[in-house]
């Protein structure tokens, strides 16, 4: 169990301050959004309304109330909870993240109110370093003070956060022997004989690229006139009729094809193969 350090004063004015934003005056007076800013600086200088001050909070266990996890928000607890669920459920990366997923019913502690005077720093790690102390096993990865980017990743985390990530596979370019990596996506496609362009020119020099019989006997003019002769496509369906499609290039297309090839990848992006 933990003593949260406020007074009942205190919480109350945090909460005051908490809802009666800027926002909510505008809904609820109806009134621009600039008249409802002015006004609200207005009644924070007669001192009707308190300054937004930081919290020092705590995510609980929901039966213990052992706390797992302290951080800092200048929002209402309520609100940065729900923040801490959206982000476990979005990415789920960070220790605090997979404990939220496991435990639907945690519960959030204000430990602190930080008037704008004191620095929210130093609670912040004072209470860190009193949970570790009483051995509360929290899920923080810094000593805190340091806001949510405070953790630097060690070399040896890197790497095996690199290794545990990569998809692919090594190969061996055909060109220069070279060892070079290739993605899932590049297998796929097959360009994973030559580790560069450079190596794949090198390997066409000197090479005549395959020409069908018919440009061989006809010449390239022939050839043309020979494909425009054809009255349907590989397949069989014929280029007449809505069937036929133009494409920029002024080729003629098989509009059944097109259809059936863009059905096949929206399967194969679903998962319905």
């Not at 007669?46 to 909070?57: A, D, G, T």
């Not at 220069?176 to 190596?199: E, H, L, M, V, Y």
């Amino acid at each position: 169990m933990i003593e949260p350090y406020y007074n009942e004063e205190k919480a109350n004015r945090l909460r005051c301050g908490s809802i009666i934003d800027n926002m909510t005056l505008a809904r609820a007076a109806n009134t621009p959004r600039v008249v409802a800013i002015n006004l609200f600086r207005r009644l924070t200088a007669m001192s009707i309304l308190p300054e937004r001050q930081c919290v020092i909070y705590a995510l609980c266990e929901p039966v213990t109330s052992t706390p797992r996890y302290i951080g800092k928000t200048i929002q209402t607890v309520k609100r940065r909870l729900a923040r801490h669920r959206y982000d476990a459920k979005r990415d789920g990366h960070l220790p605090v993240h997979r404990w939220l997923n496991k435990t639907p019913n945690a519960q959030v502690v204000i430990l602190e109110i930080v008037s704008s005077s004191e620095k929210w720093e130093v609670r912040e790690a004072f209470w860190i370093k009193k949970g570790k102390a009483e051995n509360w096993k929290l899920l923080n990865l810094t000593a805190g003070g340091e806001g949510g980017h405070g953790y630097k990743w060690t070399d040896e985390q890197l790497t095996r956060k690199s290794v545990a990530l990569r998809r692919g596979a090594h190969f061996s370019c055909q060109n220069c022997t070279a060892t070079f990596w290739r993605r899932p996506s590049d297998i796929k496609q097959g360009s994973n004989k030559f580790c560069s362009t450079a190596c794949y020119l090198k390997s066409q020099k000197g090479k005549s690229k395959p020409v069908s019989e018919k440009c061989r006997r006809n010449g390239l003019i022939g050839a043309a006139q020979w494909r425009k002769s054809k009255e349907s496509c590989p397949k069989g369906h014929s280029y007449s009729g809505t069937n036929l499609y133009i494409n920029p290039r002024g080729s003629r297309v098989c509009r059944t094809c097109i259809n059936d090839y863009k059905r096949a990848k929206r399967k194969e992006a679903s998962g319905n193969v």
